[in-house]
């Protein structure tokens, strides 16, 4: 029975030694799980608290691409172009877009891209206008060795607008959203 309770009372010892120096070891701040124990690529999002992060927690490369140094704020090197067409139809009527014409604005640059673009018609002191195509690209103008307007192929460096034969306006704005010096890639799927 002696022994029984000497067996308990040294485990009871070394029981209570652990706790003690688990409880001092953090207490201390002495790390008991440390990078060494956790596999790579396995703690997410989730894992850390909110507002625990330090930003000298985060590699140079994150700080930079959190901040913006490291690149763009994501608008710049985009900037608006815009023609203006009819802008003689108060003085001369006869000086307005023609039905089913083709109105263009081009980027500053042809290594630039129309990323967006649009026309306006009402508000201009003209009639309302049909639309029949709107996309972008740069017009190859009929001349006396290819008698036929078309779009240039690959090209993506400005708006063409096409308006409706019944419905034309007097005057109307083209105007395109452009980037910067950018190689948009362009896929094409044709649809039967």
Same mark, same amino acid.
């Given at each position: 029975?002696?022994?029984?309770?000497?067996?308990?009372?040294?485990?009871?010892?070394? !029981?209570?030694?652990?706790? =003690?120096?688990?409880?001092? *070891? &953090?207490?201390?701040?002495?790390?008991?799980?440390?990078?060494?124990? =956790?596999?790579?690529?396995?703690? @997410?999002?989730?894992?850390?608290?909110?507002?625990?992060?330090?930003?000298?927690?985060? @590699? $140079?490369?994150?700080?930079e691409a959190?901040?913006?140094?490291?690149?763009?704020?994501? !608008? *710049?090197?985009?900037?608006?172009?815009?023609?203006?067409?009819?802008?003689?139809?108060?003085?001369?009527?006869?000086?307005?877009?023609? +039905?089913? *014409?083709?109105?263009?604005?081009?980027?500053?640059? +042809?290594?630039?891209?129309? =990323?967006s673009g649009?026309?306006?018609?009402?508000?201009?002191?003209? &009639?309302?206008?049909?639309?029949?195509?709107?996309? $972008?690209? @740069?017009?190859?103008? /009929?001349? +006396?060795?290819? $008698?036929?307007?078309? $779009?240039?192929?690959?090209?993506?460096?400005?708006?063409?607008?096409?308006?409706?034969? &019944? @419905?034309?306006?007097?005057?109307?704005?083209?105007?395109?959203?452009? /980037?910067?010096?950018?190689?948009?890639?362009?896929?094409?799927?044709?649809?039967?």
């Open positions: 029975m002696r022994t029984r309770n000497i067996l308990i009372a040294s485990l009871a010892a070394v !029981i209570a030694a652990i706790a =003690i120096g688990a409880s001092g *070891a &953090q207490a201390a701040g002495v790390d008991l799980f440390g990078s060494k124990n =956790i596999q790579d690529d396995s703690v @997410r999002s989730i894992d850390v608290k909110d507002g625990t992060l330090k930003v000298n927690d985060l @590699r $140079p490369g994150a700080v959190l901040s913006g140094s490291a690149g763009t704020d994501g !608008i *710049a090197g985009l900037y608006y172009v815009t023609a203006k067409y009819g802008t003689n139809a108060a003085n001369d009527p006869s000086a307005s877009v023609n +039905e089913g *014409a083709i109105a263009t604005v081009a980027c500053d640059n +042809e290594a630039d891209t129309a =990323i649009g026309v306006q018609t009402l508000g201009l002191g003209g &009639q309302p206008a049909a639309v029949a195509s709107s996309f $972008p690209g @740069r017009m190859h103008w /009929a001349d +006396e060795t290819d $008698p036929n307007n078309y $779009p240039k192929a690959d090209r993506l460096d400005g708006w063409i607008v096409q308006f409706d034969a &019944q @419905r034309a306006p007097v005057k109307a704005d083209i105007w395109a959203l452009c /980037a910067t010096g950018t190689d948009v890639p362009q896929t094409v799927t044709t649809i039967s």
